[in-house]
């Protein structure tokens, strides 16, 4: 994917009139002012990774900007349960602190217009998405973040203008290999800042899956985190509220949790009242080893999450057809139930709908010593 950007053409005029023309013609978008991406490619592309896009757009359109919250995360490659409802970034006046609405991305275009736009840039057989894709991501502008016993007010007074200087760090533009957009680097906050600063702002399925990610090294570069480095940031949250669903969340996180889905799990598995189970559990079938997401070792019943992907994944990364990689995975759970064990699988579908879960996980037996919620 390659974003545009409008810019003064050797022959002295502006590209920035053809790209707009695009956009009244229905092909092209408007991200940010003066960046634009082609219609197919936006389509085509993940809610998750549109925010990404749209970071990326904004860099392109501000320059040296830097991401905080889930943006920041965003790049540096931290999954996200939840797709962010705004590019956030700080800034270091009081007066910039705001939501910036995005431009139109579709210009002066109809709805009607929009919906035909859409199913043309959607494949054969592909549901067309609504036009709310087409709606697009505000910037938040956030004043930075304080270390402990500067409150803001304080810093607004003092005589050089108050704002510590803000941490930084650069990630080269290759953190987004399939997007290019004439961006040298990304200017982020620290992970571990970003961390801290965000998870108690999330509800919290959504700070345990960010927590298992960075402490396990489950991120898109392999970074990870450490606990102490966490804790070096911790001054910087300002109320006692944020303090304590900070410290609720880290005793709940578990960097054995290799996907959102798993992390997503354990904490629906804790709101049913279910026991909690032994996380990556190595079972042995001959000469034969295999592991699984979690097991009830006491009840004889392994389990695991199944969002999918991991079969057009996998199919794609060993160059099988997906019903092979499908089959292998039934051989597979038919040798771990060959062992007496039971085997249960859930999905997004469940986790979205938790009485579904609580239903399928009361059927395999499951054991569940309290009541939901309790």
Same mark, same amino acid.
């Given at each position: 994917?390659?974003?545009?950007?409008?810019?003064?053409?050797?022959?002295?005029?502006?590209?920035?009139? !053809?790209?707009?023309? !695009?956009?009244?013609?229905?092909?092209?978008?408007?991200?940010?002012?003066?960046?634009?991406?082609?219609?197919?490619?936006?389509?085509?592309?993940?809610?998750?990774?549109?925010?990404?896009?749209?970071?990326?757009?904004?860099?392109?359109?501000?320059?040296?900007?830097?991401?905080?919250?889930?943006?920041?995360?965003?790049?540096?490659?931290?999954?996200?349960?939840?797709?962010?409802?705004?590019?956030?970034?700080?800034?270091?006046?009081?007066?910039?602190? /705001?939501?910036?609405?995005?431009?139109?991305?579709?210009?002066?275009?109809?709805?009607?217009?929009?919906?035909?736009?859409?199913?043309?840039?959607?494949?054969?057989?592909?549901?067309?998405?609504?036009?709310?894709?087409?709606?697009?991501?505000?910037?938040?502008?956030?004043?930075?973040?304080?270390?402990?016993?500067?409150?803001?007010?304080?810093?607004?007074?003092?005589?050089?203008?108050?704002?510590?200087?803000?941490?930084?760090?650069?990630?080269?533009?290759?953190?987004?290999?399939?997007?290019?957009?004439?961006?040298?680097?990304?200017?982020?906050?620290?992970?571990?800042?970003?961390?801290?600063?965000?998870?108690? /702002?999330?509800?919290?399925?959504?700070?345990?899956?960010?927590?298992?990610?960075?402490?396990?090294?489950?991120?898109?570069?392999?970074?990870?985190?450490?606990?102490?480095?966490?804790? !070096?940031?911790?001054?910087?949250?300002?109320?006692?509220?944020?303090?304590?669903?900070?410290?609720?969340?880290?005793?709940?996180?578990?960097?054995?949790?290799?996907?959102?889905?798993?992390?997503?799990?354990?904490?629906?598995?804790?709101?049913?009242?279910?026991?909690?189970?032994?996380?990556?559990?190595?079972?042995?079938?001959?000469?034969?080893?295999?592991?699984?997401?979690?097991?009830?070792?006491?009840?004889?019943?392994?389990?695991?999450?199944?969002?999918?992907?991991?079969?057009?994944?996998?199919? /794609?990364?060993?160059?099988?057809?997906?019903?092979?990689?499908?089959?292998?995975?039934?051989?597979?759970?038919?040798?771990?139930?060959?062992?007496?064990?039971?085997?249960?699988?859930?999905?997004?579908?469940?986790?979205?709908?938790?009485?579904?879960?609580?239903?399928?996980?009361?059927?395999?037996?499951?054991?569940?010593?309290?009541?939901?919620?309790?």
């Amino acid at each position: 994917m390659r974003l545009l950007r409008a810019r003064r053409l050797d022959d002295g005029l502006h590209s920035g009139t !053809a790209l707009s023309d !695009a956009v009244r013609a229905g092909r092209m978008l408007r991200l940010r002012r003066g960046v634009y991406v082609e219609v197919s490619d936006w389509v085509r592309t993940p809610p998750w990774d549109r925010h990404l896009i749209t970071v990326i757009a904004t860099t392109a359109q501000e320059g040296d900007v830097v991401f905080c919250r889930e943006s920041a995360l965003a790049l540096h490659g931290v999954p996200l349960l939840e797709v962010p409802d705004a590019v956030r970034r700080r800034c270091t006046s009081r007066g910039a602190a /705001r939501r910036v609405p995005a431009p139109s991305m579709t210009g002066s275009r109809s709805r009607g217009q929009v919906r035909g736009m859409l199913a043309a840039a959607t494949g054969p057989g592909e549901p067309v998405p609504t036009e709310t894709i087409c709606v697009g991501l505000p910037t938040h502008r956030l004043e930075p973040t304080l270390p402990a016993g500067m409150s803001r007010s304080a810093a607004r007074r003092a005589p050089d203008g108050g704002e510590p200087a803000l941490p930084r760090e650069e990630l080269d533009a290759s953190v987004v290999p399939w997007c290019a957009a004439d961006v040298a680097a990304y200017v982020v906050e620290p992970l571990a800042l970003a961390v801290v600063d965000t998870v108690p /702002r999330l509800s919290f399925a959504e700070g345990v899956v960010i927590l298992d990610a960075v402490l396990g090294g489950h991120t898109r570069s392999g970074a990870r985190v450490e606990v102490a480095e966490l804790a !070096a940031w911790t001054d910087r949250l300002p109320s006692r509220r944020l303090r304590e669903r900070w410290d609720r969340a880290l005793a709940a996180a578990d960097p054995r949790a290799e996907s959102p889905g798993e992390s997503w799990s354990r904490v629906r598995l804790d709101e049913l009242g279910f026991e909690l189970p032994e996380l990556q559990s190595r079972i042995d079938v001959e000469d034969r080893t295999y592991w699984v997401d979690v097991e009830w070792l006491g009840a004889g019943i392994a389990g695991e999450f199944d969002g999918g992907m991991k079969y057009t994944r996998a199919a /794609r990364l060993s160059g099988q057809d997906p019903s092979q990689v499908v089959y292998a995975e039934k051989i597979r759970e038919d040798a771990i139930r060959s062992t007496g064990r039971d085997m249960v699988r859930w999905g997004w579908a469940e986790l979205r709908h938790p009485e579904r879960l609580a239903r399928l996980l009361v059927v395999h037996g499951v054991p569940r010593p309290r009541a939901a919620g309790r």
